[in-house]
């Protein structure tokens, strides 16, 4: 191959890899930094591209970050939902899977540290909490709401206001992944995840 056509190549894969190192470079940050102290210019240096290319991409900091959650938290919650859709077996058993699998692709992972930013900072970026809200906070509610109340219909679980055990039942694994971010880094007493998971479980179920 000419060099002039391998210097096209690699142009080429190197532009179409951008905008996936840009948002990974992107939730590092806002995990690390929160999203006030996140500057585009240090996610553009830490993607190893100058700012002017990130602005092809996306026009501020607010998409940005949009982008990150709908690349990132949206897919896990179409797969949840998939799997609530074609579960044929106990509720007791869905809702089990459907937790662990939320800890082992989120709540275990980077991402909760998006959680820990939209607690802290969502009343000051009205904006960005009504997005992450309406993308993200709705729809696994919404998930929430359908297994308690598939349970219900089998007899499983017992006649409840599903819409206030819904937020009642996510205040553990989001207080889980606050801790994670916060007194399981600075040198406190941890959370051993496992252990407070089947504990969780237990009492719920």
């Known amino acids: 191959m000419p060099s002039t056509e391998k210097c096209k190549t690699r142009w080429t894969r190197r532009k179409e890899a951008r905008p996936h190192e840009l948002l990974t ?3 590092d940050l806002f995990v690390e930094r929160g999203f006030a102290a996140t500057r585009l210019d240090d996610v553009a240096a830490r ?3 100058s700012k002017g290319t990130l602005y092809l ?3 501020n900091k607010e998409e940005l970050f949009k982008a990150v959650v709908r690349e990132n938290l949206l897919p896990t919650l179409d797969v949840a939902e998939q799997v609530i859709s074609n579960h044929s077996g106990s509720s ?3 809702f ?4 662990m699998t939320w800890w082992e692709r989120v709540g ?3 991402l909760s540290g998006i959680t820990k930013l939209m607690m802290s900072e969502s009343g000051n970026f009205p904006e ?3 997005f992450y809200h309406e993308e993200v906070i709705t729809r696994a509610n919404a998930m929430l709401i359908s297994i308690l109340e598939r349970g219900i219909a089998q007899g499983e679980f017992r006649n409840i206001d599903t819409t206030q055990a819904s937020n009642v039942v996510i205040a553990p694994m989001l207080m889980l992944m606050l801790w994670k971010h916060s007194f399981n880094g600075c040198g406190a007493k941890t959370i051993e995840p496992d252990a407070y998971l089947k504990c969780y479980l237990d009492l719920l179920l």
């Open 25 to 27: 470079a992107a939730l």
């Open 47 to 49: 993607a190893g591209v």
């Open 57 to 59: 991409y996306f026009e």
């Open 92 to 94: 007791t058993d869905l």
């Open 96 to 99: 089990r899977k459907i937790m």
């Open 108 to 110: 275990n992972t980077s």
């Open 128 to 130: 960005v909490a009504q």
